[in-house]
């Protein structure tokens, strides 16, 4: 069944650590995105990329960093600059131009 | 970025119909509206998009005003398993490549509680 992981599922860090989600899609989508949400909030834009080897910031891009080598994957990188890194994150893809988004389950980073 | 406003919660009935309502003043003529909803603890799962016209699929209807200001979600008859968060989204607008980013901004969304 084509699908989106992330993995993995709950995820422990000690604060200053560099910490990577793993995000991986079978969906032959084009874009991916990467989101977080905050407890009783909405979600929240952190990167995009619409094709390999390109990508753009969203709305809080601060303190993460992506990349996209290849169209199945897009991990995000919880760097040590990024000042309240727990969290719920989210990935997602889709076809450029389509309407429907996939998202995965979710990673739940708690740094203590 | 065009925005949405829902109401903060909704309750409902088991068995009943539910209207979600949207309002979007601001959508721009090549903004499609979409629909989510997500569990706790889960990813969002999509439920409805469309531009114009009226939608329905097998999870909803979407009920487009005729100005595109505003929309409705109509779920048919809400049982336990639709208790969610929903949320009402516009694509972005044109991005990078000359056409739209497909970024999809979330507002808060509207809490369903669905009552047996």
């Not at chain 1, 199945?72 to 600059?81: D, G, H, I, Q, R």
């Not at chain 2, 000359?98 to 980013?101: E, F, I, M, S």
């Given at each position: 069944d084509g699908g989106i992981t992330q993995s993995p599922k709950y995820l422990f860090r000690k604060e200053g650590q560099n910490v990577t989600l793993s995000c991986e899609q079978?969906?032959?989508?084009?874009?991916m995105y990467w989101y977080r949400q905050d407890p009783g909030q909405g979600l929240r834009l952190i990167y995009y990329s619409q094709i390999v080897n390109d990508f753009q910031k969203g709305d809080i891009a601060e303190g993460y960093s992506v990349s996209r080598e290849k169209k199945?994957?897009?991990?995000?990188?919880?760097?040590?600059?990024q000042?309240?890194?727990?969290?719920?994150y989210l990935c997602a893809s889709s076809m450029r131009d389509a309407a429907g988004y996939t998202f995965g389950s979710g990673t739940r980073l708690t740094v203590v | 970025d065009a925005k949405t406003t829902q109401p903060n919660s909704m309750e409902s009935n088991e068995e009943e119909p539910v209207h979600l309502p949207c309002n979007h003043s601001t959508i721009s003529g090549t903004d499609y509206i979409h629909w989510y909803r997500q569990l706790p603890s889960q990813g969002p799962e999509y439920v409805i998009h469309g531009l114009t016209s009226?939608?329905?699929?097998?999870?909803?209807?979407?009920?487009?005003?005729?100005?595109?200001?505003?929309?409705?979600?109509?779920?048919?008859?809400?049982?336990?398993?639709?208790?969610?968060?929903y949320y009402c989204i516009l694509r972005d607008g044109p991005g990078v490549y000359?056409?739209?980013?497909n970024k999809l901004i979330?507002?808060?969304g509207t809490l369903l509680a669905v009552q047996p």
């Open positions: 079978n969906l032959n989508h084009d874009a199945e994957s897009f991990p995000l990188t919880v760097t040590s600059a000042k309240n890194p727990t969290a719920f | 009226n939608v329905n699929n097998r999870m909803a209807s979407l009920a487009i005003a005729e100005d595109r200001k505003s929309s409705t979600l109509i779920l048919h008859r809400a049982t336990l398993r639709d208790a969610a968060v000359g056409g739209a980013t979330f507002g808060t």
